[in-house]
């Protein structure tokens, strides 16, 4: 598939504008698009999705390609999601897009793989099946062609109601008319929450487990919208999480909005929070290690 050709199919639909939703407001019979430029949300993303199915009894299968099923179920594990449990029962899979979805058969084999899946998840007694699959596969040459009828394909399989996919796509691997193309081609679109998003800062919800997500630099003059986000997360979840492994600074306002943020949870709750060495430092001078219900831990780069 030429970009010449893809231009043209996206002019074709060019009318049809998918619907901007939540990961956690997905349910069976959707069909959605996730761009992305960030591995670790698109990991917290992804791990929110197969949480929900594995919630809802719903049969969840996972093709992988940037990371192997190996450390995409440690990464699901580091998110909150009992992957081992769910896979040794036969509710989650974890597969290799190379070995489980590509073959000889192009787009039809890969609708046909999709099927199966679903028939087989019907026939086990499960409720519904979500799908999610990297789509990096579409980048290499004798695989791109076929991206065009695959997800045109695809659309035929969700009438029956039971069947939910999000389909993952790097924004640091397809261009611009490509990442059109799939967008226009989907029902909808997924991302995460953005409280704030701009070149040097974002602020965002975070799905699994559930709390706030903070990367770039943070100081005074955001700390509304960081407080905003804090105040969500303590109306939402029962234990906060904030998540500051991408934060490179921040500042002692910031630092003690998150510590009062921790100080005005009830008793039963507790506010986990992961960050570098730096944000560490600060919350230490702010006094978190007095707030019983404040639990820091150091940032691992998993991903």
């Known amino acids: 598939m030429t970009r010449s050709d893809l231009s043209t199919r996206l002019a074709d639909i060019g009318d049809r504008m998918a619907l901007a939703t ?136 969700f009438a029956a109601g039971k069947l939910c996919v999000i389909c993952q796509y790097d924004r640091a691997v397809f261009d611009a008319v490509t990442l059109a193309f799939a967008t226009a081609t989907h029902q909808k679109t997924v991302a995460a929450l953005a409280y704030h998003d701009s070149a040097t800062l974002r602020i965002c919800r975070q799905y699994s487990p559930p709390g706030i997500r903070v990367a770039g630099h943070l100081d005074y003059r955001h700390q509304d919208v960081l407080e905003q986000a804090l105040g969500e997360s303590r109306r939402l979840d029962r234990h906060m999480h904030v998540n500051l492994s991408a934060l490179e600074y921040i500042d002692a306002a910031c630092t003690a909005s998150i510590v009062q943020a921790a100080i005005r949870l009830p008793s039963s709750r507790r506010m986990t929070l992961t960050c570098q060495p730096l944000a560490e430092r600060m919350l230490a001078l702010a006094g978190a290690g007095a707030v019983p219900s404040l639990r820091v831990t150091r940032a691992h780069d998993h991903a």
């Open 22 to 157: 939540t990961v956690d407001l997905l349910a069976a019979g959707d069909h959605a698009c996730m761009t992305f430029t960030d591995q670790h949300e698109r990991l917290d993303l992804v791990a929110a999705f197969v949480r929900d199915g594995l919630r809802r009894k719903e049969r969840v299968v996972c093709y992988t390609d940037a990371v192997t099923p190996a450390q995409l179920a440690q990464e699901l594990a580091h998110r909150s999601v009992r992957a081992k449990a769910a896979t040794a029962r036969g509710q989650l899979r974890l597969l290799a897009v190379e070995d489980a979805l590509l073959g000889d058969d192009g787009a039809d084999g890969m609708v046909n793989v999709l099927s199966t899946e679903a028939k087989t998840a019907e026939r086990d007694g499960y409720p519904g099946i979500r799908v999610t699959a990297d789509m990096c596969w579409a980048t290499r040459p004798t695989a791109a062609e076929e991206l065009t009828a695959f997800e045109t394909a695809a659309a035929e399989l």
